[in-house]
């Protein structure tokens, strides 16, 4: 492992540590940290920015918007213990970098971006990787992606002013949603919905975060 992923590693598991008491765990599961490492962040960022790949904080992708925190991508694939045959729906692809980790967990990976060269690329950067098993679409995410549902696991990367009603009905029961919810500029938590077999839902506050906005739609950023 190069000395760049390597202390990437060693930052997620300090924020573990330092955090513990908020997110329940003291550790990743090792087939997550295993990914993490293996999966380069620096083919998701600008040119320009490669030389901060590795660092444990969020960077600019162009158009407004950014590729998570690396700790923060763990805390939310840790968090929707996810198992190998799952189907999972993420609303926001972003570089794509949350998908291709989420790719190599589970079966199969549905993604939504809402704008378009964004979506574009990404879908254009993970084929080129490799990936054989990720469906990407450009769209509202508010909506969800009814075609597929039920999905075993949601991921939402922008935060939303609400949960999404359709997010949750697009959810199976007995499974687990992440994310982060609060109004623009102001404090945001991330959430953990979790449904129940009778299709209650069980919201629990984890954290604070910041993500942009979850937007209605492309014309507003
Ligand atoms: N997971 C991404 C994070 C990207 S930031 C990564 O690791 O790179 C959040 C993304 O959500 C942005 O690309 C933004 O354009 C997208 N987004 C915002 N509102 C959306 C919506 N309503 N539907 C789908 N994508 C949306």
């Known amino acids: ?40 962040r620096d083919k998701f960022v600008p040119p320009e920015l490669r030389a901060f790949a590795f660092e444990n904080g969020p960077l ?24 190998d045959d799952y189907r999972v729906l993420e609303i926001g692809t972003g570089s794509g970098y949350q998908t291709a980790i989420l790719a190599e967990l589970v079966e199969q990976v549905y993604t939504m971006e809402l704008v378009q060269v964004l979506g574009e690329e990404a879908e254009q950067r993970l084929t080129e990787m490799g990936y054989k098993n990720i469906e990407c679409r450009i769209g509202n995410g508010y909506q969800g992606w009814p075609e597929h549902a039920p ?39 991330l959430v953990l919905v979790e449904k129940d077999e009778q299709g209650n839902s069980h919201l629990k506050n984890i954290l604070d975060v910041a993500f942009v906005p979850l937007r209605q739609s492309s014309v507003d950023e």
Do not use: C, W
């Not at 573990?16 to 999966?39: C, P």
């Not at 162009?62 to 929707?80: F, K």
């Not at 991921?155 to 002013?161: L, Q, S």
């Open 151 to 189: 999905y075993d696991a949601i991921i939402v990367t922008a935060a939303a002013a609400y949960i999404p009603k359709s997010l949750i009905e697009q959810l199976k029961p007995g499974r687990k949603l992440v994310i982060p919810v609060g109004e623009v500029y102001a404090p945001q938590e």
């Open 1 to 40: 492992m190069n000395k760049d992923i390597k202390r990437m590693i060693a930052d997620i598991r300090n924020e573990v540590t330092y955090t513990s008491h908020l997110i329940g765990r003291t550790a990743f599961s090792d087939k997550l940290m295993a990914v993490m490492a293996e999966v380069r």
């Open 60 to 83: 600019s992708i162009g158009h407004n918007q950014t590729i998570s925190q690396p700790y923060i991508v763990a805390l939310m694939t840790d968090l929707l213990q996810l198992e």
